[in-house]
């Protein structure tokens, strides 16, 4: 009993022991700097600082210059990527900050010191530049992530910046003091063919796309977008209004330069009144028929309208001597050939705008090319699309691709697949060969380039798929790869 | 039904008429050779047990023929293990001498194990490494002169026996198997801390038969830790080190096997530092065990439930620009100050309550059955920063590192800030505080910041039958069926929203590429009805894995005069699949619901031989073949966001053999053995971020043959009665002998189903390249004092090399060499495989026992005090490289942005152990 009694005794001593001796884990949240301002010395306006640069090539700060500036723009919706924008109440100019996320410390409204002595002043395309230590082509490096807070010192936030009223023809000096900094364009619309289009191209086709905004004074002006932008996909508006933005410039173009599109209030009517639609998305069964009954050679202005399908043709496999020349295929199971549209691959998902542009014969085919002040462009949905060939017989597709009337060929520009071949010709893929499948003959034509100059023919039937062409009077068909369309 | 069940399981049906024997020996004082009295001498198998009398003798009666084990322990000795062979009726045991000393039962080696256990999993960082996940060490291996080596030595220097995974190894506990069904491994966690109740164990090394389990090809363990195999008494003890935790509270009672045949035991520990030997790391671990027993006439039913809830704040592994910025190789990552506080971002929760009940009884005179049924529930939890649009945390990030620097005089600027403001190296929680409360001042609720906590939560239900019967004098036979099945539920949770407003549960990459432009492309869970999400909310993934695995066993050991000989075979079962919780919007019709099963048939069989030359001089050989089932992390490609599966999941086959030579007499004690080991058709999935696909991807594996071949040596010789010297060492090459072939699968792409990014399968060129299995050669040298005036010392110096360290398999590739010149110095630095410098490291222990009632008269003879003192790493090495993995991803332009990682051991660390028993 005594024994138990110790032994309750010891071990409610342990326990107490145990548990005091607590190993503490709860944590307070930071104080809120938000209204802390560290009220450095001022010792220098951002205009005295840019004053510096001698206008060619990268000038180092060698001066102890203390600048207070407010942050007008940040990185949050991609449309700026490692920079901000800093402007007071003489200048702006881009900050080089070589991070990503800078807008959750550096926000728009958030005022900073600036310390700028070892920092560079530089530009790119003229458009002045806060960074570091230039390269060998006299651009200037990000200010490396470690070392920031070296050189730029937070404030408080939340200040309200009130942009510059401006109009477009205000706009037009490269030199103004305007330039880095924030203006607002009370009463602009984007140009007709900029409407309902997205506000940028898919990055892999083009870091940036340029908008223009027209007033109803007629004057105009570009605005950049960025591709890496999250709102790029989001389509522009057709009405007037306000837009706020970085003025900017790249050489000798003004631009602008919008941070998200809380920047792009157009609501109202169009200068005039005008109204534009929406285009409306049809099958290029349709657009092939909009071709008229006819065998002669005519342009076709085309409307508001756009098509959607899958890229068949595969540049980057060779067999197409143009970047810009692609061929696509939709639902409805016809084809076109699109001039002029580079990027693309072989799967991709497209939509691509007609409005102004042409459908044309070209070659003995039809095509739609760009018309004169049009824009030809392909939105990319996604890639990896495949598209299923259609089986027939050499002699139905020869027929098909001899009609008269264009607009009634079934497998022109069509992916189809023609069983049992056999293939005579130079005993390569390069050039002409013929294609035998006891129903009739129809050339295989592939470009004269490695592989194919290399890649012996079969000598056994096989698969052939391929797209169905009409080269001026001549039947043919194209491969893409021979490991994916010859089986 | 005796009749039946044991047919059932043997597939035979042993006679059950055998002659039983009585057993009787001596006990006396190994230094005054006087009799033992009052030691307690288990029969273990048999579960009987006895106490030796004044004259040091005891006796037993009934005891089946064959081969068993008994252990004799007495308070204030330490335990002594002894194999007999019963061939007749009336059988005198040879005398035994005890060695009366300090820190019998808790000694020197108890504790270190325990602690390296401990290091070992504290160390085992970051998933992407194969190294790293390695807990070789048992808490208290049996007194062989190389497994000792190989555990307190070696084990915490990532050594792993044989240079297997951890995979190869098997636990059982009580009589249940306790392998991880999802990894393999064999993990301790569940009951760290408290050594005084896990002592109790058989180990056998290789492919000598097991005793209830047919075994892995590494080491296989036996605990037995039910109330009756308890030390009678109270334990009380304290401990501090300079390990992973600084202070050890341990309090253990036990009942004893009591004469109405009931035996209690529990035990209580408490292992915790504020801040251990890394900066940022903490420590708090507590462990609590229950049991109770109860034995009859011809068998027992016993209860044990055990738990360890712990949390531990982590360090992680860098790379070797960083530790040479921070001037330290136990620079740590994980941590920064908040609001001045030390705060660690990687806090490690985890409590699994196990509970066993176990049942044997004596089927006839020579046929035991046990059977055991357990159930384990439990929550591993691991918190990390999560972010969106928002700058990387990681202080370490490779783009925030002068490497990263173009210009060489800035990249000096940055190194040199770096170094005098070595804040910058650590995470800035203020900041990210900062950020949140600017986005929600800015009108901005999503926070940019989190720390989430990635959390399993398993069950576990094991069952086990196992029978062992004495066929005859020659034959002893036992079989058993256990069965297991668990479910793992993973997913992300939000701890600490970090003052921001809320989070969304939306995939950045997918948004990223597809946003605005495939709906609802971005979404992680399409049946969310809110996307957004707060403190305690699930997020990311979410996600169950299914197991089921059952084992049929059957082993027969024949013992003659000449040779013994075993056979053993087991037929096995496992299968699992994957039910997703989330509809993701880029795999919507295979990321929900369940997946299809995978099935594996896994067949084993092992036989070996014995040749007694003489009884000091034993030669034996042993082979054994089979198939184990892949892992599923092995099998589903990205478990996190769908069900796919790599095409041809297949078995692993292995086989093995190993030769060896034992010798046994009064002074010298050798054991050594050749092995050799050949594995086939391994898979291997790897994760990471992939530059070229703005993803993370996955990387499969196929094809993976290894060899293991290697010599260990344990030899122990007495040079007097107190002075004994050992020697042991492991000379091993484990490495690959194929080329895999590669499939990469992207995380971030629109409904695919078994597509490749390369579309066709690559090569990795690993032919001949070593298994990352620490290292591979391993010596130690050790001398053990121990004295008459209850004291003991043991010097221990060992030697560590060859510790080859994981490589990336995307480098030995053919992009992974793209634009390098074959051959090049650039060229080799990207392909030869990394090896850290050799170790040599010393050990110090000593320990001395105090019989209280010398100093307090009032105390009982029974009361003693007990001090151990260990230093290991005395020379205070701290470039001892506990393991390294280069970064899977691979940029070779800028090598030195994705540069390999390292952790290292700690420099001296000692413990101070006191104990009161009583």
């Known amino acids: 009993m005594k024994k138990m009694i110790l032994l309750g005794a010891l071990s409610i001593s342990i326990l107490t022991i145990a548990f005091t001796s607590c190993v503490k884990q709860k944590f307070d949240s930071p104080p809120d700097l938000s209204t802390y301002d560290p009220n450095l010395t001022v010792n220098a306006t951002l205009k005295q600082v840019k004053s510096l640069y001698n206008g060619s090539t990268p000038t180092l700060i060698d001066s102890d210059y203390t600048i207070a500036a407010y942050v007008i723009a940040d990185d949050r919706s991609g449309s700026f990527y490692k920079q901000i924008v800093v402007q007071d109440s003489t200048a702006g100019i881009v900050v080089l900050l070589g991070r990503s996320g800078l807008y959750t410390d550096y926000p728009i409204g958030r005022k900073l010191y600036i310390h700028c002595k070892g920092l560079y002043l530089g530009a790119y395309g003229k458009f002045m530049q806060l960074g570091y230590t230039p390269d060998n082509t006299n651009a200037l490096s990000d200010i490396p992530a470690a070392v920031i807070g070296k050189h730029v010192v937070k404030a408080n936030t939340g200040n309200t910046i009130v942009p510059i009223k401006v109009n477009i023809a205000d706009l037009k000096s490269l030199n103004s003091d305007l330039m880095g900094r924030l203006i607002q364009i009370d009463s602009a619309e984007f140009v007709a063919n900029d409407v309902n289009q997205p506000y940028a191209q898919d990055p892999n086709i083009a870091s940036g796309t340029d908008r223009t905004i027209e007033d109803c004074a007629g004057d105009n002006m570009v605005v950049r977008m960025s591709g890496y932008a999250n709102f790029r996909n989001e389509l522009i508006p057709a009405g007037k209004g306000p837009i706020t933005a970085v003025f900017s410039r790249y050489n000798s173009t003004a631009q602008l330069l919008i941070r998200d599109t809380f920047d792009i209030r157009m609501n109202n009517t169009r200068c005039g009144g005008v109204i534009i639609t929406p285009p409306v998305d049809i099958t290029i069964d349709s657009l092939r028929k909009m071709y008229p009954d006819t065998s002669s050679t005519q342009n076709i202005v085309l409307g508001n309208q756009m098509i959607h399908g899958t890229v068949i043709s595969s540049y980057a496999d060779s067999n197409i001597s143009q970047a810009t020349s692609l061929y696509i295929q939709d639902e409805s199971g016809r084809g076109i050939n699109v001039y002029g549209i580079s990027g693309l691959a072989l799967g991709d998902s497209v939509t691509i705008k007609l409005s102004g542009n042409l459908l044309i014969v070209y070659n003995g085919a039809l095509e739609v090319k760009k018309g004169t002040g049009a824009t030809l462009a392909a939105t990319k949905i996604s890639g990896g699309k495949t598209v299923t060939p259609i089986m027939l017989s050499i002699a139905d597709l020869n027929a098909d691709l001899n009609n008269p009337l264009f607009k009634a060929r079934k497998y022109e520009s069509v992916l189809v697949k023609l069983s049992a071949v056999t293939i005579t010709g130079s005993g390569f893929f390069a050039g002409n060969n013929t294609l035998n499948d006891g129903t009739g003959t129809i050339i295989m034509y592939t470009r004269n380039t490695i592989p194919f ?26 491969i893409r790869k021979v490991s994916l369309d010859v089986q | 039904m005796k009749q039946f069940l044991t047919c059932f399981l043997l597939f035979v049906c042993p006679s059950v008429y055998a002659q039983l ?82 820190g019998s039962g808790l000694g020197n080696t ?30 208290n291996a049996s007194r062989d002169a190389f497994l000792s080596a190989s555990t307190f030595g070696w084990g915490q220097y990532f050594f792993r026996m044989r240079g297997y995974e951890n995979d190869n190894n098997t636990l059982y506990l009580n009589g249940v198997p306790l392998n991880d069904l999802e990894e393999g491994g064999v993990f301790y966690n569940s009951w760290s801390g408290l050594n005084d109740v896990f002592r109790g164990r058989t180990v056998t090394l290789g492919l000598a038969p097991g005793e209830c389990l047919f075994g892995g090809l590494g080491l296989n363990t036996s605990l037995d830790a039910s109330a009756s195999n308890q030390r009678k008494g ?11 935790y600084r202070n050890r509270i341990m309090l253990t009672h036990s009942s004893g096997l009591q004469k109405n045949g009931w035996a209690y035991s529990f035990s209580f520990s408490r292992r915790w530092a504020n801040e251990g030997p890394v900066k940022g790391t903490f420590y708090d671990a507590w462990g609590y065990y229950g049991a109770i027993e109860k034995r009859f006439k011809k068998q027992g039913i016993s209860f044990m439930v055990v738990g360890a809830p712990i949390k531990r704040g982590k360090s992680g592994p860098a790379t070797a620009e960083v530790f040479d910025i921070a001037g330290s190789h136990y620079y740590n990552p994980y941590w920064g100050y908040q609001d001045g506080k030390v705060r660690n971002s990687r806090v490690l929760t985890t409590h699994s309550p196990l509970f066993i009940f176990s049942h044997d009884a004596k089927l006839g005179a020579n046929t035991q059955i046990t059977s055991a049924i357990s159930y384990q529930a439990g929550e591993t939890a691991q918190t990390g920063i999560d972010w969106q649009n928002a700058a990387d945390p990681r202080p370490d990030y490779y783009r925030y590192l002068p490497s990263y620097v173009e210009d060489a005089n800035d990249r000096q600027e940055v190194y040199d800030y770096l170094k005098a403001n070595p804040n910058m190296l650590q995470i800035k929680w203020d900041s990210l505080y900062e950020a949140n409360r600017n986005n929600l001042n800015a009108g901005y609720g999503k926070a940019a910041y989190i720390l989430n906590a990635a959390v399993e939560n398993a069950h576990r239900l094991n069952a086990a039958v196992n029978l062992k019967s004495q066929v005859d004098d020659h034959t002893t036979l036992q079989a058993g069926v256990n069965f297991q099945t668990q479910n793992n539920h993973n997913f992300l949770r939000i701890e600490d929203m970090l003052g921001g407003g ?68 087991e037929l096995g079962f496992t299968n699992f699949y994957r039910v997703g919780n989330y509809q993701s919007g880029l795999y919507t019709s295979n990321s929900y619901g369940r997946s299809s099963t995978n099935t594996f048939f896994t067949p084993k069989a092992k036989g070996g031989l014995t040749y007694k030359i003489n009884g000091r001089n034993y030669l034996y050989a042993n082979g054994a073949i089979g198939q184990r089932a892949p892992f599923v992390d092995n099998v589903i490609i990205s478990p996190r966001t769908r069900n796919e599966q790599i095409a041809n999941a297949e078995t692993e ?53 290894k060899q293991y071949t290697g010599l260990e040596l344990g030899a122990e010789v007495k040079i007097s009665p107190s002075l004994t010297a050992s020697f042991a060492g492991s000379f091993a090459q484990a490495f690959y002998t194929s080329r895999p072939y590669v499939n990469i699968y992207s995380d971030n792409e629109v409904g695919t189903q078994n597509t490749t990014l390369s579309g066709s399968p690559d090569t990795v060129y690993m032919k001949n390249y070593y298994v990352p299995s620490g290292p591979q050669t391993a010596m130690q040298l050790a001398l053990n004092y121990r004295s008459k ?44 495989q990394r090896k850290p410098p050799n170790v040599i490291t010393v050990d110090l222990n000593f320990g001395k026992s105090f019989k209280v009632d010398k100093y307090i008269h009032k105390a009982s003879n029974q009361t003693f005090l007990l001090l151990n003192v260990g230093i290991t790493n005395l020379l205070n090495n701290r470039n001892i490289n ?24 700690l420099g001296a660390q000692y413990f101070i152990n006191l104990s009161l028993r009583f």
């Not at chain 2, 109270?234 to 992973?244: E, F, I, Q, W």
């Not at chain 2, 059952?550 to 005069?561: I, K, S």
């Open chain 2, 789 to 832: 005036t209850y004291w003991y010392g043991t010097l221990s110096g060992n030697y560590m090399g060859n510790n080859w360290m994981d490589f990336a398999p995307t480098a030995r590739t053919k992009d992974g060499v793209d634009n390098l010149v074959y051959g090049s110095d650039a060229w080799h630095n990207v392909i030869d």
């Open chain 2, 234 to 244: 109270t334990k009380l003890t304290y401990t501090a080190t300079n390990r992973s």
């Open chain 2, 502 to 569: 809320y989070w969304e549960n939306i995939n950045q990459f997918a948004a990223r590429t597809f946003g605005g432009i495939i709906k609802d492309a971005d979404k992680l869970n399409l049946l969310d009805k809110d996307i957004r999400r707060y403190k305690g909310d699930t997020y990311g993934y979410d996600y169950n894995i299914h197991f089921t695995k059952a084992n049929w066993f059957a082993q027969g050991m024949f013992t003659y005069n000449k040779v013994d000989f075993f056979v053993a075979t």
């Open chain 2, 21 to 102: 024997a009585t057993l009787s020996g001596k006990i006396i004082h190994a230094d005054t050779k006087l009799p033992y009295a009052e030691v307690t001498i288990l029969l273990k198998d048999m579960k009987m047990i006895t106490t030796s009398d004044a004259a040091g003798n005891y006796q037993f009666g009934g005891v089946p023929m064959g081969t068993h084990e008994l252990q004799y322990s007495a308070d204030d000795a330490i335990d002594e293990t002894v194999k007999i062979e019963v061939a007749k009726s009336n059988v005198m045991i040879d005398i035994v001498e005890l060695k009366v000393l300090a």
């Open chain 1, 453 to 478: 100059t290399t890649t012996p023919t079969p000598t056994t039937p096989v698969n052939i798929t391929g797209i169905g062409i009409k080269y001026k009077t001549t039947p043919e068909i194209y």
């Open chain 2, 653 to 705: 086959k292995f086989s093995s053999a190993e030769l060896g030579y034992l010798l046994r007499s009064p002074n010298v004690k050798v054991r050594v053995t050749a092995y050799a080991t050949q594995v086939k058709g391994a898979s291997d999935i790897r994760r990471f971020y992939r530059d070229d696909d703005y993803s993370f991807v996955s990387m499969s594996l196929q094809g993976i043959n």
């Open chain 2, 882 to 905: 506990l393991y390294g993995f280069e970064n899977l991803r691979v940029n070779t332009v800028n090598p030195a942005w994705f540069a390999p990682k390292y952790a290292y051991a």
């Open chain 2, 110 to 139: 108890t504790d270190q194990s325990g602690a390296s256990v401990e290091d070992a999993s504290s160390e085992d960082e970051s998933a992407n490494t194969s190294a790293g996940q390695n807990v070789s060490s048992v808490l």
